[in-house]
């Protein structure tokens, strides 16, 4: 019998940090770019970092994109905080 692998393409390729998803943008009539994640207002970019953004995002992974512009991406330390005195029970 072959062994069989399961890969998580959520997880391929990135060094074992899931990609994020979740994201969506508009672009308002004034030019200003609200991206949301999960339905929920995440950030509001005005003027010269919508307009970066806007160029951007055709060439790049439109959700790793947004997810950077919020702040919310992994940073490869969530292993390492799992085990810190402040996470850890009392």
Known sequence: MAAVAH????????????RP?????IVRKNGDVVIRHHGQVATTLRRARAAAFLADVA???DQELMARMTGNYKRGN????SSHARNRPC
């Open 59 to 61: 060439n790049a992974d």
């Open 7 to 18: 890969i998580d393409l959520n997880m391929a390729d990135t060094g074992g940090v899931a």
């Open 21 to 25: 998803e979740g994201f969506t943008f």
């Open 78 to 81: 969530e292993r390492a905080a």
